[in-house]
Nanobody, 128 residues
Framework: QAQLVESGGGLVQAGGSLRLSCAVL????????LGWFRQAPGKEREFVAA????????ATADSVKGRFTISRDNAKNTASLQMNSLKPEDTAVYYC?????????????????????WGQGTQVTVSS
């Protein structure tokens, strides 16, 4: 059984930065992609960023490209999402997830259905 725990959310002003962290407990996630998703009130969960198991390939949604950066540290079973130039529309609950699909070194799935292990979420609120 794997458990993912997010941290680092909070309230920031527009233009500010936050760094979210995700710790995987109970198992290592080496060879499994990691992803970040977010869900705003009344909306469906949407893809934010993903990173392959090697950490050599990343993918980001167009809405956050150039502002958000995903990274991972396989030795520590952790992943991070650095969020810069935050906008009010970034306000959401952010979830980290691990895929159960063993992909290639460049596999970065962007569909929530391809992830099986999810954290509890951390709230990010960006004020004007």
């Amino acid at each position: 059984q794997a458990q993912l725990v997010e941290s680092g959310g909070g309230l920031v002003q527009a233009g500010g930065s936050l760094r979210l962290s995700c710790a995987v407990l109970g198992r290592t996630f080496v060879r499994y992609p990691l992803g970040w998703f977010r869900q705003a009130p009344g909306k469906e969960r949407e893809f934010v960023a993903a990173i392959s198991w090697t950490g050599t390939s990343t993918a980001t949604a167009d809405s956050v490209k150039g502002r958000f950066t995903i990274s991972r540290d396989n030795a520590k079973n952790t992943a991070s999402l650095q969020m810069n130039s935050l906008k009010p529309e970034d306000t959401a609950v952010y979830y980290c997830a691990s895929s159960s699909i063993v992909g290639s070194s460049s596999y970065t799935p962007n569909s929530s259905g391809l992830y099986n292990y999810w954290g509890q979420g951390t709230q990010v609120t960006v004020s004007s």
